[in-house]
């Protein structure tokens, strides 16, 4: 399982666990979105005066966002993550959910959400998983912002709590395409709270097992294992030892709602162009 909160400290990174999908004895990981009519008159204009009221408070009860790419992007892209965003709206609930192209931007509508809950549908949710090479505080927040790079070279990036800590990490060596599934779950019988439960297909499972095998006789920090989300590390457990079974948990402060839009987001995948809010 790997645990959200807490990165922010090399202390307290070094000391958390990975554990995986079976019980290992002391070996923990953590990684463990018509009416009638009254009186004369045929009742036409009636139900059609109530329809049209009916349909505007319909429209009047959905929140809409619009989104549009950060950069250049062909119509071929933007349906595409028009795309991955309607698999979202259906894995967070988003009943009746519209996600449409048009004029080079994204338009989402939903009755009954939030601005925050449309909000995460546009988000890139780009996971990868990457070895610390080394680790140093943060003395100041604007040494910390999201940062990315090509999969193929190192990167040096954050934790999700701010100027705490700032990672050297190295080359990507297990991409968030090798996630197959992912999953929110309430933890009871641990009391560990809100969880996201991650399995990885046949190839990322060799490769997360071949990670694990490196970075477990490691000394800290280049035993830990960076969990990085759209540039920012959201957790660096420390390894003990080869993880082989392809199932991880991603753990540590999640509400139902923020677990259930991460296990979204890693199901869909990660959309081909950033976005912003316009």
């Known amino acids: 399982m790997i645990s959200r909160h807490g990165t922010g400290r090399a202390q307290g990174a070094a000391g958390r666990r990975v554990r995986g999908g079976v019980a290992v004895g002391v070996a923990l990981l953590v990684l463990t979105a018509c009416g009638g009519s009254s009186g004369g ?6 139900g059609d005066a109530k329809g049209a009221a009916g349909r505007a408070g319909s429209a009047a009860d959905r929140t809409g966002l619009t989104f549009r790419p950060a950069a250049g992007q062909s119509a071929a892209g933007l349906k595409s ?6 698999h979202r709206a259906t894995a967070m609930g988003l009943r009746g959910a519209r996600v449409e192209v048009a004029a ?6 939903a009755r009954g959400a939030s601005r925050a809950k449309l909000t995460v549908l546009g988000k890139q949710a780009r996971l990868d998983f990457r070895p610390v090479r ?3 505080p943060a003395t100041a927040k604007a040494q910390c912002p999201a940062a990315e790079g090509p999969s193929a070279e190192p990167l040096t990036a954050c934790a999700t709590n ?3 800590v700032r990672y050297d990490l190295g080359p990507v060596a297990v991409p968030g395409t090798d996630v197959s599934t992912a999953r929110a779950h309430l933890d009871e019988r641990s009391a560990q709270g809100w ?8 190839a990322g499972a060799r490769r997360f097992a071949a990670l694990t095998a490196k970075l477990a006789p490691q000394a800290p920090p280049a035993n830990q294992l960076a969990v990085v989300l759209d540039g920012t590390v959201i957790s660096a457990p420390a390894v003990q030892q080869e993880l082989t079974d392809g199932r991880v948990q991603i753990s540590g402060g999640f509400t139902r709602s923020s677990a259930e839009e991460l296990a979204a987001q890693l199901s869909a ?3 081909p162009v950033r976005l912003r809010v316009s």
């Not at 993550?81 to 309607?86: F, G, I, N, Q, V």
């Open 162 to 164: 701010g100027s705490d």
């Open 269 to 271: 995948g990660a959309l």
């Open 104 to 109: 080079s931007a994204i338009t989402v509508s």
């Open 195 to 202: 969880l996201v439960d991650v399995t990885f297909t046949a």
């Open 134 to 136: 080394g680790q140093a």
């Open 41 to 46: 008159g045929d009742g036409k204009g009636t």
């Open 81 to 86: 993550a028009a795309d991955l965003m309607r």
